[in-house]
């Protein structure tokens, strides 16, 4: 059974950094491509950034050169740097293993306000 557990969220002023962390278990991640995603109330959970196994980063462009993602195939984790945060980025983080239906973990919640 996949597991994923985020973390790492918090709240942070606007111009802030943080860095979230994804830890997968119950496969290997090494030929996977691993994706983050956000989602706010009332809205449908959006695609923020994604990691195919060869190492290129793909983002959405409204996060570009903001966020960093990144994976370790060893401990099978990926995280998700992100800095110059806009109250825009506030929402539930998630990461996902693409391809593996149904398996989301809690998400961590990330808030961004002054």
């Known amino acids: 059974q996949v597991q994923l557990v985020e973390s790492g969220g918090g709240w942070v002023q606007p111009g802030g950094s943080l860095t979230l962390f994804c830890v997968v278990s119950?496969?290997?991640?090494?030929?996977?491509?691993m994706d983050w995603y956000r989602q706010v109330p009332e809205k449908q959970r959006e695609w923020v950034a994604g990691?195919?196994?060869?190492?290129?980063?793909y983002y959405v462009d409204s996060v570009k050169g903001r966020f960093t993602i990144s994976r370790d195939n060893v401990k099978s984790t990926s995280s998700l740097r992100m800095n110059s945060l806009k109250p825009e980025d506030s929402g539930v983080y998630y990461c996902?293993?693409?391809?593996?239906?149904?398996?989301w973990g809690q998400g961590t919640q990330v808030t961004v306000s002054s």
């Open positions: 119950g496969m290997d991640i090494s030929f996977k491509t």
């Open positions: 996902k293993v693409r391809g593996v239906v149904d398996a």
């Open positions: 990691m195919i196994s060869d190492g290129s980063a």
